[in-house]
């Protein structure tokens, strides 16, 4: 259904004219007397509704359908006429509830019979139907703005649903001409403003009712173009329930709707509170949700619903839920629905069942920016080792208090002294001599020493404070501690002792935290890391992405596996299956989207030279010396 | 599917039909590649013949177009468009895709029929209907190259106003994470794979596809399998944890990211849209306000986790949820009159409840215009208060008089005593102490 089409404004009409106070002529037993009661008091006798009571209550379940089924967008203008039209409510968002228009007709009342009826008309309420069509909404005016210079593709079209008691198909005749002609006038107004639209298309809709056991003085007429603006329908209806259901049957055209059974639902039984029986729920709900039904050809259809009015209805079997409600399951749709027998005791358990949800609910919405979302992950992922043997301090509950609170915007004074804590005590950790649980998985006899160790995990303890320190200077202080209490890096006559390759790495992140402040290079510098890494760790680190139970196959393994089992395109002309055509193809265009390896960018005659850096006298520049050595 | 030594394109879309409603129900959309020399068939069974027929089919021999599930059908021609043009074939199979209401593509081939040019007209479909779509998945500063299969479609969001169909972005930013019984089996447009492509780069060429040298690839492998992939860091903490990642798609598109299992030991990561809007989960609110929880005043978890914020509870209750009135089943009207009758008859310990439902009754028909159900009600009240017994509580006989006669004022429909806001409130009287009640 388009935003703007009939069904975003519906103009009820409903005629106060005095005789609509009239009977409706069915009887309403109301004093049914509870069994057991003395003997020999005579029930009071049964009331009616008046004409208008019926089309009032019919209109209000026409209203709390689409409220239920539409909440937004699809709004309601209720005009009581009689010697003048009363507009009860307005189009803003705000108005359309049930409350509001149950409280503006209480205000408004059950028409007056002893008034003078040469008066009253209800041409005063459809000639303020057509002005409110024309008024825009907020949806329309959100909808105009946005648009800019295309705002005339928002559409303004309407239904004035007008209940009223006609004296002759000619009387509906003049009612409609009235209709048309004020649209003829209010467009012609319309075009000069700019809080009007002039109206596209108006769905006239007119019920006459009368009472039950009279002849009807008017004749149905089907939906009828009277100009290419206007369409008429005329249903002459018996009131009562007969109008009721009539409403009903419209409400589920206009909008869509379709009806859903729920077949079978235990309930305890009113009288017998141990005892249980299935019953039948009828719901109402856009008629989207029956798509794929009826396309599976597997239609549940079932003639009549109770009523036997008019609908087909779709039984589905209840199935009490499970209540795990961790586990996501596939659903192509959710539809919003309306009961309906609402005050029925079966539907008000059903959906006093689904309301309830067993969790705690708190009252009032929460509204933070989105945005803010953005910037905490941001914050979050400055400094974040993808495995775990890439780290030493996320392997450590000490560190918790510090790394807990250092991703944070701004830090309070208890942070920064939880901070410094934490960073006293790892240095007394450092003193004690305590191991610490650096990764040894992979690295050949028994890793590094301790004192190396430590060396490691305070590079990396700078290299997480050194990526938050331009949050706030309670930020730099953290650092500050950090720099002060670490232990320093070893003199340059130890360095040289070592092997070159782990100077190499070391030297890197180091030189890579330093960056930090310019570019977020330490993303580099961990990839480059890891690299390093993998050149000793070999496969033994794959194993550990791979072991990892939930992780998915390393990527691309097995699509390339494959295409080694088929000879090669150009190799042969044999045949080719679809599987390896369109897997070389994909890869082909994955391959496009990498970046060069820096080696063949650089290369010449497609030869690049190896360990260039060693012929620089610092034999720092060691970029590509991960892959190099591969080669 | 049986196969046969006769053209019958009838009879393998019906199979076609039945295997993918058998195996994937009707919702899940699937292309349908049909393989043909381009010839019809002849005689009964032949296509010519079928569309011949296709206006007097009946429910029973229905024409398997258009699928009953969404459906691209791509015709594969071994022929080259010269040929069919020749005969009416093409024209036979464009009333195919159009009976599959356009939802599809004929293939042909260019120049001469061989294997080269067959593989080219495959090569096609390939691109057209098995690329993926390539993007970037950022959390912060952690990203990874990934595609997605199959490629989202685009979305037309409302053919009135914004006709330009949507497509998502390449960059795919997540937002934040949500439990999954917080978000609980939202509805969905599709759901797609999310596989890393394997490269990183500092240069290592990895999947590359097509290369001569089969060891080198080999050892591409292993390498790729040894790069840390910010997918499958994600996808195993969405697992463990059991929350879905919120996904920015585009402008006021969402959807999400979480961990799918398709047998006992191995689950892929899945990306699932939700419909474009501003509010595609009305039970989340508006997704641009569902910012990180450590900025609430108080966690609305709580501290020990045991609640929860949603579902959101909406501004305006649906009738359901707000015990409305409808009398217009004459049952419904008699419910609400008797459960009044039942608590007058425990006054004074039901005083509360008494009032309560008598002023729902009460501001009903004063809406619907019903003044003569009031007068009816006061009569039936009075009528209560004269069978008293004589044990009962005198507050008892107090309280219905004076319901009576509220009542009976509120029928004259004067609007002293008729206001729709107006409570009638229980009469204070010399009793009332002991009258409290627990609601």
Known sequence: MKIFSESHKTVFVVDHCPYMAESCRQHVEFDMLVKNRTQGIIPLAPISKSLWTCSVESSMEYCRIMYDIFPFKKLVNFIVSDSGAHVLNSWTQEDQNLQELMAALAAVGPPNPRADPECCSILHGLVAAVETLCKITEYQHEARTLLMENAERVGNRGRIICITNAKSDSHVRMLEDCVQETIHEHNKLAANSDHLMQIQKCELVLIHTYPVGEDSLVSDRPKKELSPVLTSEVHSVRAGRHLATKLNILVQQHFDLASTTITNIPMKEEQHANTSANYDVELLHHKDAHVDFLKSGDNHLSGSSREGSFKETITLKWCTPRTNNIELHYCTGAYRISPVDVNSRPSSCLTNFLLNDPRYKIDGSLEIPLERAKDQLEKHTRYWPMIISQTTIFNMQAVVPLASVIVKESLTEEDVLNCQKTIYNLVDMERKNDPLPISTVGTRGKGPKRDEQYRIMWNELETLVRAHINNSEKHQRVLECLMACRSKPPEEEERKKRGRKREDKEDKSEKAVKDYEQEKSWQDSERLKGILERGKEELAEAEIIKDSPDSPEPPNKKPLVETDETPPVEKSKGPVSLLSLWSNRINTANSRKHQEFAGRLNSVNNRAELYQHLKEENGMETTENGKASRQ | ?439
Not at chain 2, 40 to 48: F, H, K, Y
Not at chain 2, 335 to 352: G, M, S
């Open chain 2, 1 to 439: 599917m049986d196969d046969y030594d006769k053209t019958c394109l009838e009879s393998a879309l019906v199979g076609v039909c039945n295997i993918v409603q058998q195996e994937w129900g009707g919702a899940i959309p699937c292309q349908v590649v049909l393989v043909t020399d381009g010839c019809l068939g002849i005689g009964r069974g032949s296509l010519r013949h079928s569309l011949a027929t296709h206006s007097q089919r009946s429910e029973s021999n229905r024409f398997p177009l258009p699928f009953p599930f969404p459906s691209k059908l791509y015709i594969m021609c071994m022929a080259n468009l010269e040929e069919l043009q020749s005969t009416d074939s093409l024209d036979c199979l464009e009333r195919l895709i159009d009976l599959n209401n356009g939802e599809g593509q004929i293939f042909t081939i260019d120049g001469p029929l061989c294997l080269k040019n067959v593989q080219s007209m495959f090569g096609k479909l390939i691109d057209l209907a098995y690329t993926p779509f390539h993007a970037v998945l950022k959390c912060g500063h952690l990203t990874a190259d990934v595609q997605v299969f199959p490629r989202p479609e685009p979305f037309v969001v409302d053919e009135e106003i914004d006709p330009i169909p949507k497509v998502i972005n390449t960059d795919l930013e997540i937002v934040g994470f949500i439990d999954i019984a917080d978000i609980s089996s939202p509805p969905v447009l599709s759901r797609h794979l999310v596989l890393p492509i394997a490269l990183n780069k500092e240069g290592d060429e990895v999947g590359t596809g097509i290369t001569d040298d089969n060891e080198d690839e080999n050892s591409a492998n292993q390498i790729a399998g040894k790069i840390p992939n910010f997918c499958v860091l994600l996808h195993g903490s969405l697992k463990v944890e059991g929350m879905v990642a919120i996904v920015q798609l585009g402008p006021e598109w969402h959807g999400m990211l979480y961990s799918q299992a398709d047998s006992k030991k191995k689950s892929n990561l899945m990306m699932s849209l939700f419909e474009p809007g501003p509010e595609p989960l009305p039970w989340l609110g508006k997704m641009a306000q569902l910012g990180p929880i450590s900025d609430a005043k108080e966690n609305p978890y709580g501290e020990d986790d045991n609640k929860s914020p949603f579902p959101l509870q909406p501004k305006n209750k649906r009738s359901y949820a707000q015990n409305v009135t409808v009398w217009i089943k004459p049952s419904g009207l008699q419910t609400d009159v008797q459960k009044i009758l039942r608590n007058a008859r425990k006054l004074p310990e039901k005083t509360q409840t008494f009032y309560k439902e008598l002023n729902r009754l009460r501001k009903a028909a004063l809406a619907f215009g019903f003044l003569d159900l009031l007068k009816g009600v006061a009569d039936m009240l009075e009528r209560e208060c004269t069978l008293l017994p004589d044990t009962a509580h005198p507050d008892a006989a107090f309280q219905l008089t004076h319901a009576a006669q509220q009542l009976k004022l509120a029928s004259t429909g004067t609007s002293e005593y008729a206001g729709y806001d107006h409570n009638i409130t229980p009469l204070q009287t010399d009793f009332s102490g002991s009258s409290a009640e627990r609601m």
